[in-house]
């Protein structure tokens, strides 16, 4: 395998990864399970309106809406700038990100708040890392390496065990 095969797979599973955590997170943050946003774009009823719509794009339409939903409580409460978080990325990765949705999305929102905490877990590390409120966690240089999505997911996983609201961000000190 080159090196350029290798990045491109990386970069694949990076983005699934990412919108992995976007659909656990968005689903768990939604208004019927942790009340963090009041949409319910993941919510099983929402795809019976959605797919007279959006057809076969139905589920890629549930998870623009959750997390534009998401993205919206998050500025709000870190700001916007500089700034990046699982739902505000970098320009060229929301790109990435985008493409991939509208190609396909595979995985589908979780079943129950146990699946989406079981996926979180999945990913994540540092699980007991417990911080309320918005909080740093690294630079937007970070966002570059593979690992930043395992702390995020640890971060997130942490605050819906404890039953808190956590908005991990990336900003320069």
């Avoid at 919510?43 to 623009?64: T, V």
């Avoid at 390496?145 to 908005?167: D, L, N, P």
């Amino acid at each position: 395998m080159t090196d350029d095969q290798r990045k491109r797979v990386d970069s694949d599973v990076i983005v699934s990864e990412i919108m992995g955590l976007r659909l656990c997170v968005g689903y768990l943050g939604e208004k019927e399970q942790s009340s963090w946003w009041t949409s319910l774009w993941l919510s099983p009823h929402a795809s019976a309106f959605l797919s007279p719509i959006y057809g076969s794009r139905a589920d890629a339409a549930r998870l623009n809406g959750v997390t534009e939903a998401a993205r919206r409580v998050h500025d709000n409460r870190i700001g916007i700038g500089r700034v990046f978080h699982l739902f505000r990325l970098p320009e060229a990765l929301e790109s990435r990100l985008h493409d991939a949705s509208s190609r396909t999305i595979s995985l589908g929102p979780p079943n129950s708040v146990e699946d989406a905490r079981n996926r979180l877990a999945s990913i994540a590390r540092n699980t007991d890392k417990l911080a309320e409120g918005p909080i740093r966690i690294g630079t937007p240089a970070d966002l570059l390496k593979s690992e930043w999505t395992a702390v995020v997911a640890g971060r997130y996983h942490a605050a819906f065990q404890a039953g808190t609201m956590t908005f991990p961000y990336f900003a320069e000190a």
